[in-house]
């Protein structure tokens, strides 16, 4: 492979990654924090450096994303097998947390309801205290 196809791998790997790890960054912004992750400089964002020097990965990317990125590093079924398995642990795991936040997001929140029906209630039996108060008041005028 020539070196601009292993340049422009790695771009995309990188790309794709910020992408997916930031998710708030779009349009200019988001090339201008791509230049600066992949070039390791901030000048780059300014255009005082092509963007087309490439130097090594800042600590911005996880390493496994630059070992996933770099061509030739996933040919083994073994490895191939052991990324399939990162990955759904990874999936997993952001599913079990989503999970548990949902609970108690469920938990608050029926907790909320159980807190109104109780004021309800009492609302209720004043305003049925009132009624009878009422109704009492309106018997003995017409008696």
Do not use: W
């Not at 998710?23 to 992949?38: D, N, P, S």
């Not at 990162?86 to 599913?95: F, P, S």
């Not at 109780?118 to 008041?137: P, Y």
């Amino acid at each position: 492979m020539s070196v601009l196809l292993l340049v422009i791998l790695h771009m995309l790997a990188s790309l794709e990654q910020f992408m997916l790890s930031s998710g708030r960054g779009t349009g200019e912004a988001c090339v201008q924090k791509l230049v600066m992750a992949v070039t390791g400089d901030e000048t780059a964002a300014t255009g005082d450096m092509p963007a087309y020097q490439l130097r090594t990965p800042t600590t911005t990317l996880p390493q496994g994303v630059v070992m996933a990125a770099s061509p030739g590093t996933l040919h083994s079924p073994q490895q191939l097998a052991e990324e399939a398995t990162r990955k759904r642990e990874l999936r997993l795991m952001k599913n079990r947390e989503a999970a548990k936040e949902c609970r108690r997001r469920k938990k608050e929140y029926i907790k909320c309801l159980e807190s109104r029906v109780a004021v309800l209630e009492v609302q209720n039996k004043k305003l049925i205290e009132e009624l009878e108060t009422l109704k009492d008041i309106c018997s003995s005028k017409t008696d």
